[in-house]
């Protein structure tokens, strides 16, 4: 079975991704001229966004240091591209000398969101994103690592980090896949990156009479779902904000905090145990 690709931006960030721009963009170009020079053949897509003026000038760079042959550029139109930015195209292929071949789709986007659906999620989850890094909540751990001092030790460490967390996969998976007749197995929400089957349903602190926000997942098999039996309507979060928009803000503080409380956070809330017992006991 071929292995499935997973990005490893952090825990297999090269050395010179943490350069400063100008020995970046040196050690980039020799990177292109032994790609280049192996896939002689090579098609570099353009779409006439900033990644790809940027990609094309590193690209012409190197083929002129390295005297490389030429290297075919396809622009593909799916028919939503404004005017400017086709003219932009134009102009770039006429500032390097090179051609940079249209493509079409055979058909239209109408007629492909009816047949296969509609290919906008990603625009709506960047949507969604933006408004939650306004917030301050955090989405990765880019930050963590920007602020790293050592990059090297910081990249061993998410290595460290990632292994452990396999590990945790699989000591999920021996609970999932027991040979019992019921199953819940409660787990924070997982990181995509570890592809933990999808769970059946989320519940929180406030929903079982705490004043408190814990999203939880519980993992079902042959059990209905936990209906709520005290809903609050005010509630704080049970573990603190890490970010340092929120550091010193007492209404995001949480009720668990970091270090010693580990224990503490672990635990399940008196409500949910109750309900599971009411609800599954019988």
């Known amino acids: 079975m071929a292995e499935v690709y997973k990005s490893r931006v952090y825990t297999d960030r090269p050395p010179y991704a943490d350069f400063d721009p100008p020995e970046k963009f040196e050690a980039i170009k020799s990177i292109i001229a032994k790609r280049l020079i192996q896939h002689p053949k ?3 897509s353009y779409s006439g966004g900033a ?3 940027i990609m094309i000038d590193l690209i012409e ?5 390295f005297s490389l042959p ?4 396809v622009f593909f139109n799916t028919g939503l591209e404004m005017k400017a930015i086709k003219d932009h195209v134009k102009t770039t292929a006429d500032k390097y000398g090179v051609e940079i071949k249209e493509v079409r789709p055979k058909i239209s986007i109408v007629q492909a969101a009816r047949t296969y659906g509609i290919p906008f999620v990603s625009k709506i989850m960047s949507g969604g994103l933006s408004e939650w890094q306004k917030k301050g909540i955090p989405l990765s751990i880019a930050d963590e690592y920007e602020e790293a001092e050592d990059k090297a030790a910081k990249r061993a460490e998410l290595k460290e980090r990632y292994q452990q967390g396999l ?3 699989e000591f999920f998976m021996q609970f999932y896949n027991a040979d019992c007749e019921r199953i819940c197995v409660e787990n924070p929400i997982p990181s995509r990156i570890y592809e933990l089957p999808p769970y059946t349903q989320t ?4 929903e079982y009479g705490h004043p408190y926000s814990k999203k939880t997942c519980l993992w ?4 209905p779902k936990l209906n709520p039996t005290n809903i609050l309507n005010e509630y704080k979060p049970y573990i603190s904000c890490g970010t340092s928009r929120n550091k010193g803000n007492k209404d995001k503080s949480g009720f668990s905090r970091a270090g010693g409380a580990t224990k503490i956070r672990s635990k399940t809330f008196p409500g949910i145990a109750k309900a599971m017992a009411g609800q599954w006991g019988k």
């Open 42 to 44: 090579a098609i570099c």
């Open 51 to 53: 990644d790809s003026d």
């Open 61 to 65: 760079k190197t083929r002129t240091i």
């Open 70 to 73: 030429p290297v075919k550029y």
């Open 167 to 169: 590990n945790a996969k």
């Open 203 to 206: 519940i929180q602190p406030f």
């Open 220 to 223: 079902l098999k042959n059990l």
